[in-house]
């Protein structure tokens, strides 16, 4: 299975959403406490010497921790760096000329970037100064900023099927559910005693959203009912750093934790572990399920490895 | 014989297009209704993301029992608000829980003891009327909020038990230690040359005086003598009183270190119990887990303390307490010490990393944007979606028969092990879309707008382009070149067949043969004549 080692500690990995060979890795140095970043895109050759080649890399004074694909560009990607800046790259015009945009209007890190699937060109950026804010690609400043929660935010989804509603993850142990059209939050799941680190929706319910939380548990919600979880996944054992609803399967979840694994659920059924895989040996951070080719998952974390595998197969396996 | 639909562009807004929905009438009757009924639910006014319970009147008047507590009364908006919604109250339940505790006006605080002690850094925030969420709640030191401070609170209180009876001790060992000092430095040499003074004195006096009372002078000498003698004796035992203070000090320090030491195994031992139980099997524990229990704080409150130790970063990258915390790397707890004594690691490199042109503008995109596989199930793009990436797996599964066998095994590449799964995937999808029948496939998609423009639907039957695409070998080389490598050289290629074919399609087919070559030359298009396969 293709293994990439990158020189920093890998912070985030995604596909892309137009080459089914092609991903991008996010990385930061010294663990992301202190120091530079890079942005790798990578490609999955054919060739067996080199199984994850290298496309191209960025260079960033400070790292970088999330990252997401343009879903209306091929070439174009966002990142979310920890000086609270969110820089464009394209990976079309040659490395001097990236990034091709800087939007600096966080006052904290950028933790997380995420592009609308509907609305292609828009996306959001969420960050530990508890803003949330929407940008456009070709506009400077930011269309919005949505200030709600009290603390660090670690994650901001759009909802796959309703161009205008958004999810959050927040470090005040809250998840809310947002639409653009309101001033403010439409939702606010309380749904955990320590902080939640992540969430999707759900593909093929647009009603179901999962949180992940340091209190190791995955926890999966339907908005109609937000009081009570529909489903509850424990099985970690620390932190649940990231988690992903699998494009194909409308139940299938991906999780990756501080316990160095990475996980499959399926949320529907009694015994929700449905895979687990712990390749990494350090914490594993980043997680991503491709959409053009199912079950085919990448994974990423503090080892300073991206493994690309298929559902079944043993990612470290030659 | 599928005619063609025209279907207008729907209007930009988040709403799917409900028309194509029902216009192409070839979606089961689930599909539509769930369309229908999810225009519904967009149309009226309650979304399906918003609250739509009621307020709780219970929860209102605990909120306000909450709100209305003096401890509570000093804390910023902010967190009060957060604490609420923590609790699971709603925005009107909490708004209206504030608007049945009138604010207090500013002045009226200081009869409160309790909040005295808060009031230093929180008075300035809490005259501020809260507009809710402001910046300035971030700096303020541990938060008011009941949970996770009830918890550290119990925390640091029970440690410190422990540390109050050390430093009790201490203290008690020093001042003891102080005033045995004091008492010898300053006061016996006073006392000794007072004596000898007086005993001088008491000589001369004796000389001046006749002898006839020598045995009186002899005896005051004696007793000064004595009474010297006694005070060296008690300066004396007061040093040694003094050093065996010392020496009780060093050894209680001992002891308490020895102490720490075994606490710190006894914890480590813990944590790789715990570890064993869930089953990772990573060594570095002993002292990065003691490390990371003392470093590393979760909830907001010591986030922000920690923050405000070190101008960096804080510890909110999650760590955890409660729960078991995460073992971190060694070297991760190395440079957490180095960041924070104020080093800088050194393998920091100086980056310029702006924009060398700030508007630059971007390239065009070469590709269409794909559709997902979750919107298959949509009316509007449903089949096309399907063949279009079963296309790209149809590719992938000819080569693997082309390659024969023996791919599998070998352990290059990706290209095997992916086609393993697509060869499945692409017998479901044709059950279903046989079921489905329906038709509808994305084209062109004009760059760049802001709303999303569904697929048109494909329109004309071309059996024999069909059959023809059932031997792909070529094209299937040529997309494989094409999508990976060459992008940058063909990219007008692409884009001008997907046009030629939709021209070609839409006029009904006229060049029968060239449009199935033209499709067999780009591999993207192929799913368009396959699609109006199935149409016929």
Same mark, same amino acid.
């Given at each position: 299975?293709?293994?990439?080692?990158? !020189?920093?500690?890998?912070?985030?990995?995604?596909?892309? !959403?137009?080459?089914?060979?092609?991903?991008?890795?996010?990385?930061?140095?010294?663990?992301?406490?202190?120091?530079?970043?890079?942005?790798?895109?990578?490609?999955?050759?054919?060739?067996?010497? %080199?199984?994850?080649?290298?496309?191209?890399?960025?260079?960033?004074?400070?790292?970088?921790?999330?990252? /997401?694909?343009?879903?209306?560009?091929? %070439?174009?990607?966002?990142?979310?760096?920890?000086?609270?800046?969110?820089?464009?790259?394209?990976?079309?015009?040659? !490395?001097?000329?990236?990034?091709?945009? %800087?939007?600096?209007?966080?006052?904290?890190?950028?933790?997380?970037?995420?592009?609308?699937?509907?609305?292609?060109?828009?996306?959001?950026?969420?960050?530990?100064?508890?803003?949330?804010?929407?940008?456009?690609?070709?506009?400077?400043?930011?269309?919005?900023?949505?200030?709600?929660?009290?603390?660090?935010?670690?994650?901001?989804?759009?909802?796959?099927?309703?161009?205008?509603?958004?999810? /959050?993850?927040?470090?005040?142990?809250?998840?809310?559910?947002?639409?653009?059209?309101?001033?403010?939050?439409?939702?606010?799941?309380?749904?955990?005693?320590?902080?939640?680190?992540?969430?999707?929706?759900?593909?093929?319910?647009?009603?179901?959203?999962?949180?992940?939380?340091?209190?190791?548990?995955?926890? +999966?919600?339907? +908005?109609?009912?937000?009081?009570?979880?529909?489903?509850?996944?424990?099985?970690?054992?620390?932190? +649940?750093?990231?988690?992903?609803?699998?494009?194909?399967?409308? %139940?299938?979840?991906?999780?990756?934790?501080?316990?160095?694994?990475?996980?499959?659920?399926?949320?529907?059924?009694?015994?929700?572990?449905?895979?687990?895989?712990?390749?990494?040996?350090?914490?594993?951070?980043?997680?991503?399920?491709?959409?053009?080719?199912?079950?085919?998952?990448?994974?990423?974390?503090?080892?300073?490895?991206?493994? +690309?595998?298929?559902?079944?197969?043993?990612?470290?396996? !030659? | 014989m599928a005619t063609q639909s025209?279907?207008?562009?729907?209007?930009?807004?988040?709403?799917?297009?409900?028309?194509?929905?029902?216009?192409v009438?070839q979606?089961?009757?689930?599909?539509?209704?769930?369309?229908?009924?999810?225009?519904?639910?967009?149309?009226?006014?309650?979304?399906?993301?918003?609250? $739509?319970?009621?307020?709780? =009147?219970?929860?209102?008047?605990?909120?306000?029992?909450?709100?209305?507590?003096?401890?509570?009364?000093?804390?910023?908006?902010?967190?009060?608000?957060?604490?609420?919604?923590?609790?699971?109250?709603?925005?009107?339940?909490?708004?209206?829980?504030?608007?049945?505790?009138?604010?207090?006006?500013?002045?009226?605080?200081?009869?409160?003891?309790?909040?005295?002690?808060?009031?230093?850094?929180?008075?300035?925030?809490?005259?501020?009327?809260?507009?809710?969420?402001? &910046?300035?709640?971030?700096?303020?030191?541990?938060?008011?909020?009941?949970?996770?401070?009830?918890?550290?609170?119990?925390?640091?209180?029970?440690?410190?038990?422990?540390?109050?009876?050390?430093?009790?001790?201490?203290?008690?060992?020093?001042?003891?230690?102080?005033?045995?000092? *004091?008492?010898?430095?300053?006061?016996?040499?006073?006392?000794?040359?007072?004596?000898?003074?007086?005993?001088?004195?008491?000589?001369?006096?004796?000389?001046?005086?006749?002898?006839?009372?020598?045995?009186?002078?002899?005896?005051?000498?004696?007793?000064?003598?004595?009474?010297?003698?006694?005070?060296?004796?008690?300066?004396?035992?007061? &040093?040694?009183?003094?050093? @065996?203070?010392? =020496?009780?000090?060093?050894?209680?320090?001992?002891?308490?270190?020895? *102490?720490?030491? &075994?606490?710190?195994?006894?914890?480590?031992?813990?944590?790789?119990?715990?570890?064993? =139980?869930?089953?990772?099997?990573?060594?570095?524990?002993?002292? @990065?887990?003691?490390?990371?229990?003392?470093?590393?704080?979760?909830?907001?409150?010591?986030?922000?303390?920690?923050?405000?130790?070190?101008?960096?970063?804080?510890?909110?990258?999650?760590?955890?307490?409660?729960?078991?915390?995460?073992?971190?790397?060694?070297?991760?707890? =190395?440079?957490?010490?180095?960041?924070?004594?104020?080093?800088?690691?050194?393998?920091?490199?100086?980056?310029?990393?702006?924009?060398?042109?700030?508007?630059?503008?971007?390239?065009?995109?070469?590709?269409?944007?794909?559709?997902?596989?979750?919107?298959?199930?949509?009316?509007?793009?449903?089949s096309g979606?399907?063949l279009? @990436?079963?296309?790209?797996?149809?590719?992938?599964?000819?080569?693997?028969?082309?390659?024969?066998?023996?791919? &599998? @095994?070998?352990?290059?590449?990706?290209?095997?092990?992916?086609?393993?799964?697509?060869?499945?995937?692409?017998?479901?999808?044709n059950?279903?879309e046989n #079921?489905t029948g329906s038709s509808g496939v994305?084209?062109?998609?004009?760059?760049?707008?802001?709303?999303?423009?569904?697929?048109?639907p494909p329109p004309v039957a071309m059996p024999e382009a069909a059959a023809a695409i059932r031997?792909?070998? #070529?094209?299937?080389?040529?997309?494989?070149? *094409?999508?990976?490598?060459?992008?940058?050289?063909?990219?007008?290629?692409?884009?001008?067949?997907?046009?030629?074919?939709?021209?070609?399609s839409?006029?009904g087919g006229?060049?029968n043969?060239?449009g199935g $070559?033209?499709v067999?030359?780009?591999?993207?298009?192929q799913n368009e004549d396959e699609n109006t396969y199935f149409d016929a």
């Amino acid at each position: 299975m293709p293994v990439f080692k990158t !020189p920093f500690n890998g912070y985030a990995v995604q596909f892309s !959403p137009f080459y089914e060979r092609r991903l991008a890795v996010a990385t930061a140095q010294n663990f992301g406490i202190l120091g530079n970043g890079r942005l790798h895109i990578l490609d999955l050759s054919p060739s067996p010497a %080199s199984p994850l080649a290298e496309l191209a890399s960025y260079d960033t004074a400070d790292g970088v921790y999330d990252l /997401s694909w343009s879903e209306s560009r091929d %070439s174009l990607l966002a990142a979310a760096v920890a000086d609270g800046s969110v820089r464009l790259y394209d990976a079309a015009l040659p !490395p001097s000329a990236n990034p091709v945009r %800087s939007l600096l209007e966080h006052s904290r890190e950028a933790h997380s970037v995420d592009h609308n699937p509907l609305r292609r060109d828009s996306f959001l950026s969420s960050s530990w100064d508890d803003s949330i804010k929407l940008w456009t690609a070709d506009r400077p400043a930011s269309l919005r900023t949505f200030r709600e929660h009290a603390y660090c935010v670690y994650s901001a989804v759009w909802s796959p099927r309703h161009a205008d509603i958004f999810a /959050s993850a927040s470090g005040d142990c809250t998840a809310r559910v947002w639409d653009v059209r309101e001033p403010g939050s439409t939702m606010i799941i309380a749904g955990h005693d320590f902080e939640i680190l992540s969430c999707d929706w759900n593909k093929y319910d647009d009603c179901i959203l999962a949180t992940a939380s340091v209190d190791k548990s995955i926890k +999966v919600w339907d +908005v109609r009912n937000y009081r009570v979880p529909v489903a509850v996944m424990n099985g970690h054992s620390y932190a +649940v750093r990231k988690v992903k609803f699998s494009p194909h399967r409308g %139940s299938l979840i991906a999780s990756c934790s501080y316990d160095m694994t990475v996980c499959l659920w399926d949320y529907m059924v009694e015994d929700a572990l449905v895979g687990r895989y712990d390749h990494h040996t350090e914490f594993a951070v980043g997680v991503d399920m491709s959409v053009l080719v199912e079950g085919l998952l990448a994974s990423t974390g503090w080892d300073e490895l991206v493994y +690309v595998w298929q559902h079944g197969t043993d990612p470290r396996a !030659p | 014989m599928a005619t063609q639909s025209a279907t207008p562009p729907p209007n930009p807004t988040d709403e799917k297009p409900q028309n194509p929905a029902s216009d192409v009438g070839q979606p089961t009757l689930q599909n539509s209704e769930d369309a229908k009924a999810e225009g519904i639910k967009e149309m009226s006014k309650p979304s399906v993301f918003v609250n $739509s319970e009621p307020m709780r =009147e219970d929860q209102v008047q605990n909120a306000v029992k909450f709100l209305s507590h003096p401890k509570v009364r000093g804390s910023p908006v902010m967190y009060r608000r957060s604490f609420l919604e923590r609790k699971g109250l709603t925005k009107e339940e909490i708004d209206e829980a504030f608007r049945r505790v009138p604010d207090p006006p500013p002045t009226i605080s200081p009869t409160q003891p309790a909040i005295a002690s808060q009031d230093g850094q929180l008075t300035s925030s809490s005259n501020i009327p809260p507009p809710a969420p402001t &910046q300035t709640m971030q700096p303020a030191a541990a938060a008011a909020s009941a949970g996770p401070f009830s918890k550290v609170g119990t925390l640091a209180r029970s440690r410190f038990h422990w540390s109050q009876a050390v430093l009790a001790v201490g203290l008690l060992a020093i001042s003891g230690a102080g005033t045995a000092v *004091l008492f010898k430095n300053s006061i016996v040499p006073r006392l000794k040359s007072w004596i000898r003074k007086v005993v001088l004195e008491e000589e001369e006096e004796d000389m001046k005086k006749t002898n006839a009372k020598p045995s009186l002078a002899e005896e005051a000498a004696a007793a000064a003598k004595s009474a010297a003698a006694a005070a060296a004796d008690v300066a004396r035992a007061s &040093q040694e009183m003094v050093i @065996s203070k010392n =020496e009780e000090k060093r050894y209680f320090g001992e002891l308490m270190n020895l *102490l720490d030491a &075994q606490v710190q195994e006894m914890k480590s031992m813990s944590t790789a119990i715990r570890k064993l =139980e869930g089953q990772s099997s990573i060594p570095k524990q002993e002292n @990065s887990s003691v490390l990371v229990s003392n470093s590393s704080r979760p909830s907001y409150a010591n986030g922000k303390a920690d923050f405000d130790m070190r101008s960096g970063r804080p510890l909110s990258p999650p760590a955890s307490v409660e729960p078991s915390s995460a073992p971190h790397p060694k070297s991760y707890m =190395e440079i957490m010490a180095m960041v924070q004594r104020g080093e800088k690691p050194s393998n920091i490199r100086e980056i310029n990393d702006l924009p060398p042109n700030p508007n630059q503008p971007v390239s065009n995109p070469r590709l269409a944007p794909r559709p997902k596989p979750w919107e298959v199930g949509q009316a509007q793009n449903s089949s096309g979606s399907i063949l279009q @990436s079963q296309e790209s797996r149809d590719g992938f599964t000819s080569k693997f028969q082309d390659n024969g066998v023996i791919t &599998q @095994s070998n352990g290059d590449s990706s290209v095997p092990w992916w086609q393993q799964k697509n060869v499945r995937i692409t017998e479901i999808e044709n059950e279903d879309e046989n #079921k489905t029948g329906s038709s509808g496939v994305p084209t062109i998609d004009r760059p760049v707008q802001r709303s999303w423009v569904p697929p048109q639907p494909p329109p004309v039957a071309m059996p024999e382009a069909a059959a023809a695409i059932r031997q792909p070998k #070529k094209p299937v080389y040529e997309r494989e070149q *094409l999508t990976d490598d060459q992008l940058l050289a063909r990219p007008s290629e692409i884009t001008e067949e997907l046009e030629r074919v939709t021209k070609i399609s839409e006029s009904g087919g006229l060049t029968n043969s060239n449009g199935g $070559s033209s499709v067999l030359n780009s591999g993207e298009i192929q799913n368009e004549d396959e699609n109006t396969y199935f149409d016929a």
